[in-house]
């Protein structure tokens, strides 16, 4: 892909929020915040509030591993962060317990493929959930559309022999309808992301988003940016970043990479909106910043890797 002075600009703007924000979260993580409790066990009642931030790191960190468009510094980060991540979650342990023990949860599932996607695996489950993708049960969790793509997703990267219908399954969701676009709102917006991206598999593979919803997306994705830069939605825009990314080809995001730079502090904390970030206490500041954190990451590294055709060929 050729690139004019313009698009270059844009593409080191977009790795440098990037790389400021991995080593920000590798940074916060190395001082132990984000960590799994010691006494975390398998009976987890808010697995969001105890595991899952340990799943985004290792999202990002696969991704830009996947990817191979970061620099060498951002590369180490990225394997530190997803090597930290695996040993806290007991080499994956942790992940088997809770699998075996509660068969209908998706989430071990779910966290497991993003370290499969960074090249670790965990044998004995490995044969656990081919054991389970046999049951019925298993696939008839009710759930919503958005999350059921996900779960897809997970159990085509970890690489089970199980053939969705992702035609039915992106027609279930919002996306899949293509509403009327002035309609959407912030959670449904979410929602229209992770459909993107599970359909995807983060920017692996575009093709998997049918045609009709792409066209939809690259006519209406320039607004919705607009609408969420305006009001300062800093983790949303980041996140429309990543669709744009996904796309085959790509919508256009104006200003949205500067403006978002102009939002990251010097230290690489992107704040997650528009209102004053509260320094008082560090461990609360993380927490409220660190998904963001997680969303530029991977926003920069699939925009580098898109304009550089990197990532998508090794899907194919």
Known sequence: ??????????????????????????GQHRQGRGALPADTG??????DGAYKPLGEYALAASLVLRERVSGAAETRLAADLLAEAWRQLRHGDLLFDRQLRHLLLTDPLETYSHFVRGGYRHPPLDELLVELSRLRAPHAVEMYPNRR?????????VGLDHRPDWTALCAATWLGARPEPWAIDWTTAYDLTH???HLTDWGARPDGLPGPLAAYLRDWLPVWLDVWLEVGQWDLVGELLIVDACLAEPAGTGDAWPRLAGAQRPDGLLPRDAEPVDDGDPDTTFKNHEHTAVVAAVAGTLTLARALGAGRAAAA
């Open 42 to 47: 398998i009976e987890l009642n808010d697995p």
């Open 195 to 197: 459909t993107v991206f």
């Open 1 to 26: 892909m050729t690139t004019t002075a313009t698009d270059t600009a844009t593409l080191a703007t977009a790795h440098t929020v990037a790389a400021a924000s991995l080593a920000w979260l590798h």
């Open 149 to 157: 793509l996900a779960v897809a997703n997970a159990r085509r990267v």
